[in-house]
């Protein structure tokens, strides 16, 4: 290929490669890991590495759902189902079948995978072909579906009571494995070190498809579907590849949800309450950014940690008041106010509101391509 | 033929369970999935119009249900505890006193409706995925307020007694409140149906689904009638509240999320924009609930999914749907 030749995607493509280590970005996700690998070395309690283990798994979710909403621009309300489906074909392959062993383990991923890309590709054919706007409606309507199965089958999910799976080898709870740099190698280090790699090669798939050609026609057709189905691109198949890749990446972050608690019920993996902080964290974190999930994981986490605390302070305060205690109980009115908020005046989140000021201050010399343009912005009408 | 082959279908529908059931079981179940299918119809339709005048999908539609069934809760509570109107053994009484929980109910969703149309879905007309999120957000700031001021666990609704207990018709029973709710539904249906067809406003709404911009051009403000059918859908929605609240004798703050799930089927089903699709729709599904709860008890939700699906995948615009 002689560099006179090239066309203009590719020189495009030349710019940011030449840009790529020159912006703060890569060096703060690279800052965001070493961080999270140092926790348990660090601070040896055992609530802060629940919570930075569980900000890894919701990161990626949030990224998982952000490649469906962001980049493809279908609001899907079932992204939480297939995460409950990772977790329940994990905990259901390792705690019925006998001692658990690592072959269940996977096998248990590999039954969640293969599940939600069949139900995926189906949801998908049913609504995409139709109208994107379906997509949201059945997805809740199956989500809900789901959640009243998993309840009702009580044989197979334990119902309310859900399951609490045993898990093998190093995994396991009784696992010691002598000290390693003065820290005892617990079965709870192992998994951390295991899951924070999933997360990570999650993240790498992640940014590989988005920047993918696949993940740059999904883009076109975020942004103007009409214009792209008219370039030829047959865009429901694409719609259906995006959230079925989606769905498929947050079944791997169920069942790494279900290895970090070991124990999967439905309204903790299935509810409508996973999926309303996923929103939450993608609206903050920023839409259509990927990293964004990251900022919106630690803050909202981190808050709900916090916030119990926060309410027996606030009951001693108001002790008197029925009325002030009810305001301190129900915080998730709070985070609803500012999810509108958000949503009304940084639409972008903090990554995109972020990265909007750093472009204004300091215009490219360079002819760089216009910045992806907000998956928010112009819809065209039916 | 064709508009009539969705009807002929649903009829078949109808009598398919006779063949597994003995007749007064049928009645009785047929009663009931009416009675739940005129309910669902009164929030559906408001989704649909909304939908189809004004291209928003809703979801805060069942938040305003909630509403309207905690204002009629305690509007209930209040006359019944000062004078006893749903204990007295009184028609007019218990009459008044339901009508009096709906009036109260929809008066206060036609306020929330104004404000949420204002507020929170006029700055984001056009843009459907700004439109569901910021409207589910608005789910859950007006649900939470529900748990705030009522308490978030379930309450008993006091039932009028003229509503309770049943009619035992040649051997069947036939319970009194569903019956009540058909009617209404009925009359519900009917209005709309006139209000579309007969009147200068329907008539603009009506070219509003079919064309927006043309009916800008012809000089109406179709702002304000968005606003207005924004109020009267979320009043229906309010009604269904207050039917629903005293069908199943109870509230919960959740109730609407649930029943916003339902409409969402039947409006699928029947196609959006279309408010005959809609009731038909909520026929099939309630309907279909009731008997297959009956005879299959576990796979009574499914059933609903199936018939979404096959109904998807036979006409891809719903029953009614306009295919634009």
Same mark, same amino acid.
Do not use: C, F, M
């Given at each position: 290929m002689s560099s006179d030749r090239l066309t203009p995607v590719q020189l495009a493509r030349q710019a940011e490669r030449g840009r790529r280590f020159r912006q703060p970005a890569p060096y703060l996700r690279l800052a965001c890991l070493v961080l999270a690998a140092l926790v348990p070395l660090v601070v040896p309690s055992f609530q802060v590495l629940d919570l930075a283990a569980k900000i890894a798994i919701f990161a990626a979710l949030v990224a998982s759902y952000d490649v469906v909403l962001g980049y493809t621009g279908i609001v899907s309300f079932g992204h939480a189902m297939f995460f409950g489906f990772g977790a329940y074909a994990v905990a259901l392959s390792l705690g019925k079948f006998g001692a658990p062993t690592y072959a269940h383990l996977a096998a248990g991923f590999l039954a969640g995978v293969a599940l939600s890309a069949t139900i995926a590709v189906l949801i998908g054919a049913f609504s995409l072909r139709v109208k994107a706007i379906f997509f949201a409606m059945i997805t809740l309507a199956f989500a809900e579906f789901a959640l009243i199965l998993a309840v009702q089958l009580t044989h197979i999910t334990g119902g309310e009571d859900g399951l609490s799976p045993k898990l093998p080898g190093i995994f396991a709870v009784s696992y010691e494995g002598g000290r390693l740099l003065g820290i005892p190698v617990t079965g709870r280090l192992v998994t951390y070190y295991f899951i924070l790699a999933i997360c990570l090669a999650l993240f790498l798939v992640m940014a590989r498809f988005i920047h993918s050609p696949l993940g740059r026609t999904l883009q076109a057709i975020r942004d103007n579907e009409l214009r792209a189905e008219a370039l030829g691109f047959r865009t429901f198949v694409f719609q259906i590849a995006s959230s079925s890749f989606g769905s498929v990446v947050a079944t791997v972050l169920g069942g790494c949800y279900v290895m970090w608690v070991r124990y999967a019920n439905p309204e903790s993996v299935l509810g409508i309450h996973v999926m309303l902080d996923l929103l939450l964290m993608v609206i903050i974190g920023g839409?259509?950014?990927?990293?964004?999930g990251i900022i919106g994981a630690t803050f909202l986490l981190t808050a709900q940690t916090l916030l119990p605390h926060l309410r027996t302070v606030a009951a001693s305060v108001f002790a008197g008041s029925m009325i002030m205690q009810r305001m301190t109980e129900r915080w998730l009115l709070y985070f609803g106010i500012l999810f509108i908020l958000m949503v009304f005046f940084f639409p972008k989140g903090v990554i995109g509101t972020v990265r909007d000021a750093l472009a204004r201050r300091a215009p490219s010399p =360079?002819?760089? &391509?216009?910045?992806?343009?907000?998956?928010?912005?112009g819809e065209e009408k039916r | 033929m064709r508009r009539a082959a969705p009807i002929l279908a649903t009829a078949a529908l109808f009598l398919l369970p006779l063949a597994f059931m003995d007749a007064r079981t049928y009645v009785t179940l047929t009663v009931a999935g009416l009675a739940m299918g005129m309910l669902i119809f009164l929030v559906a339709a408001g989704l649909t119009l909304i939908f189809g005048l004004m291209d928003v999908l809703n979801f805060a539609h069942g938040a305003v249900f909630s509403w309207g069934a905690y204002v009629g809760f305690s509007v209930a509570l209040l006359l019944n505890q000062r004078w006893g109107w749903a204990a007295a053994p009184s028609v007019p009484l218990n009459v008044l006193l339901l009508a009096a929980s709906i009036l109260a109910a929809m008066v206060v969703a036609v306020g929330l409706g104004i404000l949420l149309e204002r507020v929170i879905v006029r700055p984001v007309y056009g843009r459907h995925m700004f439109q569901i999120l910021i409207t589910l957000g608005a789910t859950i700031v007006i649900e939470e307020l529900i748990r705030m001021i009522w308490g978030p666990n379930d309450q008993v609704m006091p039932v009028p007694l003229t509503f309770q207990g049943s009619w035992d018709v040649a051997d069947v029973i036939v319970l009194r409140f569903p019956v009540v709710a058909i009617v209404l539904g009925v009359l519900v249906y009917l209005g709309i149906t006139l209000l579309l067809t007969r009147t200068r406003v329907g008539l603009i709404v009506r070219a509003g689904v079919e064309n927006g911009e043309m009916i800008q051009v012809l000089g109406h403000n179709i702002y304000r009638y968005f606003t207005r059918v924004f109020a009267a859908g979320s009043a229906l929605a309010a009604l269904g509240g207050v039917m629903w609240a005293m069908f199943s004798q109870s509230v919960r703050p959740a109730m609407g999320g649930e029943q916003l799930i339902f409409a969402f089927i039947v409006v699928i089903i029947g196609g959006l924009g279309s408010v005959t699709g809609s009731l038909l729709g909520a026929l099939i599904v309630g309907l279909s609930y009731n008997y297959v709860a009956f005879l =299959? &008890?576990?796979?009574a939700i499914g059933i609903n999914m199936a018939i979404m699906v096959l109904i998807l995948l036979l006409r891809p615009t719903g029953l009614f749907g306009a295919g634009k």
């Open positions: 839409i259509g950014t990927l990293y964004g =360079v002819s760089s &391509p216009p910045h992806p343009a907000s998956p928010l912005r | =299959v &008890p576990k796979a």
